[in-house]
């Protein structure tokens, strides 16, 4: 099997739809269907069943799947393994962070690696941090830069940066504002707008309700939190964000509570081979480590 039919094959699997992987691939649709014509010859098994405009795997095709993608993985890492030797620092670094973290956190150290090393192509995604997460684990992302997960899988190194104090807000007209002090309760007679429910920051702001037998009363969710700034801003409910969007727009709450944290960092697969680019990268990270990442649990960096 040669890696351009695996590589073809991959995204046709993931979109179901040879039309979405060639835009992908940035190839054309006949060339695709070509290699994986080539892909079958090669296994004798037709990996796809095309019905109409419906493309599904075979179970030739799910049973190679996962075992394509480990095929390319090991490629990349000889890759990366032999172009190290030289030491030098170039080629590409595929590198995945949150919106957030890419517009408030990321801007002045990724200014610093461009200028530092010219020679590296950034290959930068803008994902949500559970979709980067996920891609770090199977070996499509050399680092993720995102919300870091409290209980991270073992097959990672997870090292938190920055430190990301939430705040309670509302806006300046919600009738909370009016209000000196408050209990998670008298939060919870309120409407609020939260991170989606699947999201590691939703889940650790749930955690902290439900410790006090609460359930939060939810009216909209979004993952994006400059989005829920606008939405908490028009009176839309009451809202936790970092404190660094906590502008002169919305009111600060009093809520008689525990500061609620998050921990944001970088995460590596400990099996994957890094190349030199990624070690520069991870060593302009740990430069930028605040003393309180330094000191954040264990359990979180080590799963």
């Known amino acids: 099997m040669d890696t351009q039919s ?5 995204p046709v699997a993931d979109n179901g739809s040879f039309s979405r992987a060639a835009d992908q691939l940035h190839l054309t649709q006949p060339a695709v269907s070509k290699r994986i014509a080539v892909l079958e010859g090669q296994i004798d098994a037709r990996l796809f069943d095309r019905i109409g405009r419906h493309v599904s ?10 075992r394509a993608r480990q095929i390319l993985v090991m490629v990349d890492d000889s890759r990366r393994a032999l172009g190290n030797l030289s030491g030098d620092v170039g080629g590409s670094l595929t590198l995945a962070t949150s919106h957030h973290i ?3 956190r990321l801007p002045p150290l990724l200014r610093h690696y461009t200028r530092t090393h010219p020679e590296v192509r950034l290959d930068l995604h803008f994902l949500d941090s559970e979709e980067a997460y996920q891609g770090v684990l199977d070996g499509e992302l050399e680092i993720a830069v995102v919300t870091l997960a409290l209980h991270p899988d073992p097959q ?4 938190p940066v920055w430190i ?15 209000k000196a002090s408050l ?3 008298a939060l919870c007679e309120f409407d609020a707008v939260l991170p989606g429910p699947l999201t590691f920051t939703r889940g650790l ?7 006090a037998g609460l359930r939060l009363p939810v009216a909209v969710s979004t993952n994006y939190l400059e989005t829920l700034k606008m939405m908490t801003t028009i009176g839309l409910g009451w809202s936790l964000l970092p404190e660094g969007l906590v502008k002169d727009d919305l009111h600060e709450l009093q809520v008689d509570h525990p500061p609620v944290h998050r921990p944001l960092g970088y995460l590596v697969h400990r099996s994957r081979t890094l190349s030199n680019a990624a070690r520069a990268m991870l060593q302009e990270l740990d430069a930028a480590r605040e003393v309180a990442a330094r000191q954040w649990p264990v359990d979180v960096q080590n799963g």
Do not use: K, N, Y
């Not at 095709?61 to 996962?66: C, D, E, H, I, M």
């Not at 990672?156 to 090292?159: I, M, N, R, T």
């Open 156 to 159: 990672l190194e997870v090292v």
């Open 102 to 104: 890419g517009l408030h």
């Open 6 to 10: 695996l590589q073809a094959f991959l």
């Open 183 to 185: 209990s998670l309760a």
């Open 205 to 211: 702001i749930e955690t902290r309700f439900a410790a």
């Open 57 to 66: 795997l075979t179970e030739a095709g799910r049973l190679l799947l996962p």
């Open 164 to 178: 990301d104090r939430l705040r309670f807000v509302c806006a300046r007209d919600h009738p909370l504002a009016r």
